[in-house]
C-alpha cells in the first residue's frame, strides 16, 4: 500500500509493509485523513517528556470522550495481551504518534488527559467514540519487560 504525505511545500510517499497494516489503523485511512507527524528529536538536545519511537505496538479503541470545561478525557481499551502491564497510572502512551500521561488504567483500559493546544493541533479533534487508534507503549517498560522475561 503506498500513501501520499502532503506537508507545507512538500509531497512524500510512503510504503507500508504488511507488519504495519496487521498492527495500525493504516487500513482504515482515507484520503485527506490527519495524521499526527512531530519531527524526530536531535540527539543533544534538552530532552524533555517522554520516549516514543514512532513504532504501532497494537490497535486501541475510543471508548468515551468528555469534555470537561475546554480539556478533554478520553477513555482507550486494548486488547488484552502480554503487553497489558506496560500501561500504567501516570506512565507514557504514545496515541496516534501523540505522547500521554496515563491514569485510571485497568487491565485493558486507561484515559488521558488532553489540553485544548493538543486538541486543536492534533487529529484528537476529530476521533470518535468506536474509532480505532495506534498504540505505542513505553519503550523502557518494553526493554525491562524483556529483561524480565529473559531472567537476566
Not at 520516549?51 to 505496538?57: E, S
Not at 496515541?95 to 486507561?110: A, D, E, R, Y
Request: glycine share 8%; with cysteine; aromatic share 10%.
Amino acid at each position: 500500500m503506498t500513501v501520499t504525505a502532503l506537508l507545507p511545500g512538500d509531497q512524500y510517499k510512503v510504503v507500508a509493509v504488511a507488519e504495519t497494516l496487521n498492527k495500525s489503523n493504516l487500513g482504515d485511512w482515507d484520503v485527506g485523513s490527519e495524521v499526527n507527524l512531530e519531527r524526530a528529536m536531535i540527539w543533544g538536545d534538552r530532552m524533555d517528556g517522554h520516549l516514543v519511537q514512532g513504532h504501532v505496538d497494537t490497535q486501541g479503541k475510543c471508548l468515551q470522550i468528555n469534555d470537561v470545561e475546554g480539556s478533554w478525557y478520553f477513555s482507550f481499551e486494548f486488547p488484552v495481551q502480554e503487553r497489558h502491564h506496560l500501561v500504567v497510572e501516570k506512565g507514557s502512551i504514545c496515541i496516534n504518534g501523540v505522547s500521554l500521561t496515563c491514569f485510571n488504567t485497568s487491565k485493558n483500559v486507561f484515559e488521558v488527559a488532553i489540553i485544548p493546544y493538543t486538541y486543536q493541533h492534533t487529529n484528537f479533534k476529530k476521533l470518535k467514540v468506536g474509532d480505532a487508534v495506534n498504540l505505542e507503549f513505553d519503550i523502557i517498560g518494553k526493554y525491562v519487560q524483556r529483561l524480565v522475561e529473559s531472567g537476566n
